[in-house]
C-alpha cells in the first residue's frame, strides 16, 4: 500500500552499545508484560510462495495498522498491481476527507529473485534512485487465501499492517483469520483500523 520508507540495516555495535540495546530490550519486554501486551513472536514469517501473475489485479483495503502516509486516507484505498518485467506496477489511491484522490505510483519486486517466498520490496521513489537501496522498503505477504482474494501484508519490524481484498468488503470469517495470523505473528492487532468503503 502506501508505503515509502527507509529499509532497516544491521549495525556493528561497541561493546557499550550491545549493553544499552540489551538493556533497552529488556526494557521493551518488561514494559509490554506490564501492559499486558503479547511478546513478540518470533521472527515475521512470509508465506512460502506467490504467483505475481495471480497477485496482480485490484486490490482493496479493508484494514490497517495506523502510519503518516496514508494519513490522509479515509475511504476508498485501493491498490493496482500490473505484471511488468518481472515485478509489478503499482498504483495506490484512496479518497480524502474533503473528497478528493491521491495517487501514488511505484514499483514491487522479488526481495530475492532466487527465493520463491513472498517477500518483496517496493519503492515509490523516482526510477533514477532505484539503484540506492534505501528507496525501497518491505513489503511481505504473510497469508493469502487459496483464491487469491484476500491477502495479509505486513513488514517485517512490524510497524506496517494491511488486511486486502478483490472487493471492497470482506466477510467476516475471512478477516478474523488474516487477523489471527497477524496476531500470532506478534503484530498488535488491537490497533488496526477499519478502512470505510467508497
Known amino acids: 500500500m502506501f508505503l515509502s520508507r527507509s529499509r532497516c540495516t544491521t549495525v556493528r555495535r561497541s561493546g ?13 519486554v518488561t514494559a509490554s508484560v506490564a501492559a499486558g501486551l503479547p511478546e513478540p513472536a518470533g521472527p515475521v514469517r512470509p508465506i512460502g510462495s506467490l504467483d505475481l501473475e495471480r497477485y496482480a489485479g485490484r486490490w482493496y483495503e479493508v484494514a490497517r495498522l495506523p502510519n503518516r ?10 491498490a493496482d498491481y500490473e505484471l511488468r518485467d518481472g515485478g509489478l506496477t503499482v498504483v495506490n489511491e484512496c479518497e480524502t476527507a474533503d473528497g478528493r484522490r491521491i495517487r501514488a505510483e511505484g514499483r514491487a519486486r522479488l526481495a530475492d ?9 517496493v519503492r515509490f521513489a523516482p526510477a533514477l534512485l532505484s539503484f540506492l537501496p534505501f528507496v525501497w522498503a518491505d513489503y511481505w505477504v504473510l497469508d493469502l487465501t487459496d483464491d487469491y482474494g484476500a491477502a495479509l501484508v505486513g513488514t517485517p519490524d512490524r510497524r506496517f499492517l494491511w488486511v486486502l481484498s478483490r472487493r471492497p468488503e470482506l466477510d467476516e470469517a475471512t478477516y478474523d483469520r488474516l487477523v489471527g495470523t497477524a496476531a500470532r505473528q506478534g503484530f498488535d492487532v488491537t490497533r488496526l483500523q477499519r478502512t470505510r468503503p467508497r
Not at 552499545?17 to 526494557?27: E, P
Not at 529473485?113 to 520490496?121: F, H, M, N, W
Open 113 to 121: 529473485a532466487s527465493q520463491p517466498d513472498a517477500r518483496l520490496e
Open 16 to 28: 557499550v552499545g550491545r549493553r544499552i540495546a540489551v538493556l533497552t530490550a529488556a526494557w521493551s
Open 69 to 78: 502516509f496514508q494519513r490522509r486516507c479515509v475511504a476508498d484505498v485501493t
